[in-house]
């Protein structure tokens, strides 16, 4: 039987920016990419999906206040307690912390201001869907490009994630504030992960760095696992 390309969903909420993008980079690692607008209410037939960047919904109130509660994010949390991974890029990262699958929320940026450059990572954890595989201590030159992208957590929560093996991303050169140098962070079970730094501009020689596709193959691999495991 021959290889099948895992099936991944990128979510588009109004105001969503980065989901061409991020399919291109998908589907550079292998998957078959496909979009999925913020008014399905099921996600059949999908291995994973991922909550790609912008600004959901205008980030009125705040950013992905408004997106926790479009008709989509039913079906997210269905498949992300079903154990299938869930992705948050950017704004997606934010719309999870909004809607309760990852803890912790986002702000502004030490300084106020607007960051669009490289970042320096550490791979901290290997136990979440973008980093299984990779090695801790592993360096990686991946973009960021918020205003609002400043990690944050009650002591507990932070002390919790560290302990857990959650953090699973850090900043190498704190560029926004985040509370222990947080650039990305996942659930206990690892399939729901956010993180600010945005792998699918970093997936072409062009682009500066193809350190991203080592984040979108660790999740390709990830739904391997899973499939071959039994997962439905």
């Not at 909550?51 to 079906?75: E, K, N, Q």
């Not at 990305?184 to 501009?201: D, K, T, Y």
């Not at 760095?209 to 499939?227: E, K, M, Q, Y």
């Amino acid at each position: 039987m021959g290889f099948v390309a895992p099936r991944v969903g990128v979510v588009v909420f109004p105001g969503t920016n980065c989901e061409h993008d991020v399919v291109e980079a998908l589907e550079r690692a292998g998957a078959q990419a496909e979009l999925v607008w913020h008014g399905r209410t099921s996600l059949p037939s999908l291995d994973a999906v991922v909550l790609p960047g912008g600004f959901a919904h205008g980030d009125y109130l705040r950013p992905g206040a408004i997106a926790r509660f479009s008709p989509v994010m039913a079906a997210v949390r269905e498949l992300a307690e079903a154990g299938a991974p869930v992705v948050g890029i950017c704004n997606g990262f934010q719309v999870l912390t909004e809607a309760h699958l990852l803890p912790g929320a986002l702000q502004k940026n030490k300084g106020l201001t607007f960051l669009c450059q490289m970042a320096e990572l550490e791979v901290v954890s290997d136990r979440s869907a973008v980093t299984a595989g990779l090695a801790a201590g592993q360096r990686l030159r991946v973009p960021i490009n918020h205003f609002e992208g400043n990690y944050t957590a009650a002591p507990e929560v932070l002390a919790a994630l560290e302990d857990e093996g959650r953090v699973v991303l850090r900043y190498v050169g704190n560029p926004n504030g985040s509370a222990h140098d947080i650039a990305g962070v996942c659930n206990q079970e690892g399939n729901v992960v956010g993180l600010m730094p945005h792998p699918e501009r970093a997936s072409s020689e062009m682009l500066g760095s193809t350190d991203g596709l080592l984040l979108l193959g660790a999740l390709l691999g990830f739904i391997g696992l899973r499939v071959g495991a039994g997962a439905k």
